[in-house]
């Protein structure tokens, strides 16, 4: 098993540019979860997915969209790029039933910058 | 504010010594749950423990919970240089009406010489 992979490792944007970070997750989890990194903020929730086609919003979830068309895939779209996004992107799953009671299984992250 | 906070922020210790590591929460919770992430990787379980419970072993790890006073704490035995990391604690909160969530702590920094 892979775990769950993310793509790319790392990025580099202008501001105002559009991306897609992709995560994709082998084990078959239906909850998957989007986390960003910040120095001194530790990890805060983006978006998160109880199974194909249910998404919801997390804590800081303005600028980013999400779908889930799969139950391996869950990528993160960037819509307008901005300084403020520069982080540690991580993605993360585990089984849908208890949700974020579970224990997560992480991927290896995307360090994105933005100009 | 952050529901976890681990304290310290820092630590340093030479191999063979415990490590201590502390973090306290605001609002009750589900279960706690410590996990550790080296230098540019991804975060990696390392225990959970329920509400209901005080004490949990795990190899070196010794995780105990106190929900009287709402803190955890993490104890590193015999500690080794492959321990040098950051460690997280997440508390799993259910919040009524809305989903439950996980939170991380800001973490503390873990450094084993030898």
């Known amino acids: 098993n892979a775990g769950v992979t993310q793509t790319p490792k790392f990025q580099v944007l202008k501001t105002g540019q559009s991306m897609t970070l992709q995560c994709a997750q082998d084990m078959n989890h239906e909850y998957m979860s989007w986390y960003r990194q910040d120095p001194g903020m530790g990890l805060r929730l983006i978006h998160y997915?109880?199974?194909?086609?249910?998404?919801d919003q997390g804590e800081v979830p303005n600028g980013y969209n999400v779908s889930r068309s799969t139950t391996e895939d869950f990528p993160l779209r960037l819509l307008s790029a901005a300084p403020s996004q520069t982080s540690v992107y991580f993605c993360a799953s585990t089984l849908r039933t208890l949700g974020p009671y579970n224990e997560q299984f992480f991927g290896p992250g995307t360090r994105l910058t933005v100009l | 504010s952050q529901q976890g906070e681990e304290d310290p922020q820092a630590l340093s210790i030479q191999e063979g010594e415990n490590a201590t590591m502390n973090c306290s929460y605001k609002?009750?919770?589900?279960?706690l749950q410590w996990y550790r992430q080296n230098s540019g990787r991804g975060l990696v379980h390392l225990i959970l423990?329920?509400?209901?419970?005080r004490e949990k072993h795990s190899g070196r790890l010794r995780v105990t919970l106190d929900t009287s006073k709402k803190s955890s704490s993490l104890l590193i035995t015999a500690s080794r240089a492959a321990d040098t990391a950051s460690y997280f604690c997440a508390t799993a909160v259910h919040n009524t009406g809305t989903a439950s969530k996980l939170t991380f702590g800001t973490g503390t920094r873990l450094q084993v010489t030898l």
């Open positions: 997915s109880v199974g194909a086609g249910i998404t």
């Open positions: 423990i329920r509400s209901n419970e």
């Open positions: 609002t009750s919770i589900n279960n």
